[in-house]
Nanobody, 122 residues
Framework: VQLQASGGGLVQAGGSLRLSCAASGRAFSNYIMAWFRQAPGKEREFVARINWSGGATYYGASVSGRFTISRDNVKNTVYLRMNSLMPEDTAVYYC????????????????WGQGTLVTVSS
């Protein structure tokens, strides 16, 4: 599966943004989908993941309650709605896909998008 992330940009603190990740290829609905992010000088970290049907979601501690992951298996797209953005959310956001069981480990994901930059100004 090939992944294309979009929707990043510059936003003020407290604002909102929605990222999209469009998948091409077969059987999108068979994949666990996730978002990770990498801030300058830091390691890539887990943000959120969603299971095949969209019925189960998991979040990193720093975004829980502010971010929402969702998917549309007809449009082959996964979304990340980000509310109450803070400067520390500034990062390149990556979508990722894996088959099998869900994981928070980036090493477990086989397919990666190119990343989209989110900048939150104070």
């Amino acid at each position: 599966v090939q992944l294309q992330a979009s929707g990043g940009g510059l936003v003020q603190a407290g604002g909102s943004l929605r990222l999209s990740c469009a998948a091409s290829g077969r059987a999108f609905s068979n994949y666990i989908m996730a978002w990770f992010r990498q801030a300058p000088g830091k390691e890539r970290e887990f943000v959120a993941r969603i299971n095949w049907s969209g019925g189960a979601t998991y979040y990193g501690a720093s975004v829980s309650g502010r971010f929402t992951i969702s998917r549309d298996n007809v449009k082959n797209t996964v979304y990340l709605r980000m509310n109450s953005l803070m400067p520390e959310d500034t990062a390149v956001y990556y979508c990722a896909a894996k088959s099998g069981y869900g994981s928070r480990s980036l090493a477990a994901y086989d397919h990666w998008g190119q990343g989209t930059l989110v900048t939150v100004s104070s």
